[in-house]
């Protein structure tokens, strides 16, 4: 759907698998964030959805939808006609017996996750047509990397400079999230998984809305900013890895939370005793040595040229 991807830059980091979740980390250390030029990999949005909604006039809905389609959508591809589903749990639902309530005999409900006998609507307002309104094409820019990184701050660098061009973003910074929508939230592992997979689905939605969406949040599980990724249209998610070495965030330290941690005040910290896992497959890194960081200024630069490079600053 999207201008062609360049080839990620971040390839042959530690395996995922072998720095599960839980697997804290040890004291001080971080997966490898050894580097190098990797190759261009298509991903299909595994989040490419469904369209649920047979119109009572239309032929009726094909075999049973999985959960896991269902569970995002994509409008482009249709549902091929053929004999209603029987009701299964996770699945679409013929709704109604044949004459139950007249006219609706024929819509096709779905069940995703605890959601039953849900539609999905369509408005003739699409991302196509706001797209062509703010004349830009909507994304994920996705920002990882430990505490005191610079997340935020490349984050308000980047939008800042494409506001000067004249295109809308917003970002969706960790932090700020939780203190509304993630307030709920800790960090745990599965805390810190709800954390992502929320603020992707609301990346997802300001994409759609055909907004630059910046998403800067540390993001520490590899399978977590994965499954970010697939809600979206692969080429439209841009994973930026800021590598920064532990010892510059923690010389910087602007919360005072490094020293806490290291203290033992704060359990879990990513980095201190949580693991953060480095990106394997990334569009883009920005690497930052002891004494030699580029200023957010020249980091915004290098998201932003990927984004016009890509197709993403016209449409
Ligand atoms: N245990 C622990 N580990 C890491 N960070 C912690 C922790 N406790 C509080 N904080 C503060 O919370 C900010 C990280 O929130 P995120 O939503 O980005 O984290 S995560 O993506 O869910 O892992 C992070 O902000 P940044 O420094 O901006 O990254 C910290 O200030
Ligand atoms: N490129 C950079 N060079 C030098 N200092 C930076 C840079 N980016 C951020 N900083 C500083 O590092 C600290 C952490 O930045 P911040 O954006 O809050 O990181 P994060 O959101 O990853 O925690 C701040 O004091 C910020 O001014």
Redo the contacts with the bound molecule.
């Keep these: 759907m999207l201008a062609k991807a360049l080839p990620r830059p971040c390839s042959g980091a530690a395996d995922g698998d072998a720095l599960r979740r839980r697997a804290a980390a040890a004291p001080g250390s971080l997966g490898s964030v050894g580097l190098t030029t990797g190759g261009v990999k298509t991903r299909r949005g595994g989040g490419a959805g469904v369209k649920l909604v047979v119109a009572a006039a239309r032929p009726r809905p094909t075999s049973v939808v999985p959960a896991a389609a269902a569970a995002a959508r994509d409008r482009t591809e249709a549902v091929p006609a053929a004999p209603a589903p029987a009701p299964v749990d996770g699945k679409n639902v013929f709704n109604g017996s044949a004459s139950a309530v007249p006219g609706i005999n024929k819509l096709v409900t779905s069940t995703v996750g605890k959601s039953t006998n849900i539609l999905w609507h369509e408005c003739p307002i699409g991302q196509t047509e706001r797209q062509k309104l703010l004349n830009q094409k909507g994304c994920v820019v996705w920002i990882?990397?430990?505490?005191?990184?610079g997340?935020?701050t490349l984050a308000c660098a980047v939008a800042r400079e494409l506001h000067s061009r004249g295109h809308l973003s917003y970002v969706l910074?960790?932090?700020n999230?939780?203190h509304g929508l993630?307030k709920d939230?800790g960090?745990k592992a599965d805390?810190?998984a709800e954390?992502?997979r929320r603020?992707g689905e609301v990346a997802k939605l300001f994409a759609d809305a055909g907004l630059i969406c910046i998403a800067?949040?540390?993001?520490?599980y590899r399978s977590d900013r994965s499954a970010c990724r697939d809600l979206v249209p692969s080429s439209s998610f841009i994973e930026v890895f800021l590598n920064v070495p532990l010892e510059v965030c923690e010389a910087r330290d602007?919360?005072g939370?490094y020293k806490l941690?290291r203290a033992g005040k704060?359990?879990?910290?990513?980095?201190i005793d949580?693991p953060y896992e480095p990106p394997s497959d990334c569009e883009i890194v920005i690497q930052c040595r002891v004494e030699d960081c580029p200023s957010p200024k020249s980091m915004a630069e290098q998201v932003v040229s990927y984004l016009e490079a890509n197709g993403f600053l016209q449409n």
Excluded: C, H, Q, Y
């Design positions: 990882t990397g430990l505490s005191g990184s997340k935020s910074d960790g932090d999230v939780r993630n939230l960090f805390d810190r954390n992502i603020i800067s949040l540390i993001s520490p602007p919360k939370l941690a704060i359990k879990g910290f990513t980095g949580d």
